[in-house]
Every structure is written in structure tokens, then in C-alpha cells.
């Protein structure tokens, strides 16, 4: 079983439709949780972390369930942009241990 | 306000060649990393450092050799280029919050790399 696992889609959905992915841990010493975004061949760029009350940035909603270990990401309103693939990434506490998930692709469509 | 900074982006090499990728990072990062990214494989780490003087072996370090003597530079060299290491690779940098919590990775913008 992979430490972090996410489904790779792709997700097609309509412009302005509400999506979400979810992300699960297998190391109950994850600390620290991010998702990040990658477009294709492009370095990854933080999204947001993940706080354990979980947060909101805009239309990007990101929350962590400790007990059932795994965080989730949802996009209110797609847009086009929104187009890319997602990363979760975990980092395990005291450590510079960062697993990745593999990445779930996003599609908008017009 | 540079960052994490890589060079080359794109590079071209025979089998049996030699080059090094450069990273460097003006943030005083303790933490540095190499990643590679193959297609449907996510990112796996090569190699990384704690600090100057510091580096040890990640997931997937054969092939490939790293330094530290400095904590802005974290050059990746590749000794003898196999057609396997094409690939796009990831320079990434972090630090330490507190002794429990790390912060995110930094990345640099990645080096498409060729071998034929």
C-alpha cells in the first residue's frame, strides 16, 4: 500500500461545477499536510497547507481528518484555469520526510 | 526575491556524457533536495542535505552524485548519462519551523533533461 494515495483521475468537469479529491495517509506521524498544483511539466506550487481545522483560501477549501487519516481539497466555481494536476503532500513531524501523492488530473471544460 | 533557482532548463546529452544541474537558494534553507518526475510515477527523491557538509540518499540515487559545501548550493551531477535519467528534475528547499514542524518545499522551476 503507498503511504499517500490519490486518485488520478482525470476529473472532467463543466466550468463552475464543485469538485472535490480526497487524499489518504498511511503514517499516523504525518504533521504537516500541503496540496499543491502542477501544470504539465511545471514545477509544483503550493495551493495551500492543510490546518486541522481546516481552512479556506478564496474558492479552494482544504480539510484534515486526523482519525481517518486523510485530507481533502475542494474547488468551488471551476474555471478553466483551474485546469492541473494536484498534489497531496505529507510531511511526517520532526523530519524533512515529504511523501507525495502521485497527483489527481483536473480537467475544466468549457 | 529569486528563491530556489535552476539551471539548466533544458538540456540535451549523449550516453556517456557528463553534466551537473544547478540549485541554489537565498532563503538560508537548512534542507535541500533532488527529485525527479517520470510520467506516471509522481516525484521521487534522489538525493538531499541537512546542511553544508551533509547529504545522504533518497529513493533513487543511483546515478547520480550530490555536494553541499555551501548552504545556498546543492549541485546534482550525473557521472555517465544513461537513457533511463531522462527525465524532468526538481531542485526544493525547506526549513525547520520548530523542532516538530517543517515547512513546505520550495521548488525550483525544473530542468527537462534528454538523454539519447
Known amino acids: 500500500r503507498k503511504e499517500v494515495e490519490q486518485d488520478p483521475g482525470p476529473f472532467n468537469v463543466p466550468e463552475g461545477a464543485t469538485v472535490a479529491f480526497n487524499c489518504t495517509y498511511s503514517?499516523?506521524?504525518?504533521?504537516?499536510f500541503f496540496w499543491y498544483r502542477q501544470d504539465c511539466r511545471k514545477e509544483p506550487k503550493l495551493l495551500m497547507s492543510?490546518?486541522?481545522s481546516g481552512n479556506e483560501d478564496g474558492r479552494f477549501t482544504a480539510q484534515l481528518n486526523r482519525a481517518s487519516q486523510y485530507i481533502s481539497l475542494l474547488i468551488r466555481d471551476s474555471k478553466l484555469s483551474d485546469s492541473a494536476t494536484y498534489l497531496c503532500?505529507?510531511?511526517?513531524?520532526?523530519?524533512?520526510?515529504?511523501?507525495f501523492g502521485t497527483g489527481t488530473r483536473l480537467k475544466v471544460l468549457a | 526575491n529569486a528563491g530556489v533557482t535552476q539551471t539548466p532548463k533544458f538540456q540535451v546529452l549523449k550516453t556517456g556524457q557528463s553534466m551537473t544541474l544547478q540549485c541554489a537558494q537565498d532563503?538560508?534553507?537548512?534542507?535541500m533536495s533532488w527529485y525527479r518526475q517520470d510520467p506516471g510515477m509522481g516525484l521521487r527523491l534522489i538525493h538531499y542535505?541537512?546542511?553544508?557538509?551533509?547529504?545522504d540518499q533518497g529513493e533513487v540515487p543511483n546515478g547520480y552524485n550530490v555536494s553541499r559545501s555551501t548552504t545556498e548550493d546543492f549541485p546534482l551531477r550525473l557521472l555517465s548519462a544513461a537513457p533511463s535519467q531522462t527525465s524532468v528534475y526538481f531542485c526544493?528547499?525547506?526549513?525547520?519551523?520548530?523542532?516538530?514542524?517543517?515547512?513546505?518545499?520550495?521548488f525550483g522551476s525544473g530542468t527537462q533533461l534528454s538523454v539519447l
Open positions: 532563503m538560508n534553507h537548512e534542507y
Open positions: 503532500v505529507v510531511n511526517l513531524a520532526g523530519t524533512y520526510k515529504y511523501i
Open positions: 526544493a528547499s525547506s526549513y525547520r519551523v520548530n523542532r516538530a514542524l517543517t515547512e513546505k518545499l520550495f
Open positions: 503514517n499516523s506521524a504525518s504533521q504537516s
Open positions: 492543510v490546518y486541522s
Open positions: 542535505s541537512v546542511g553544508a557538509g551533509i547529504t
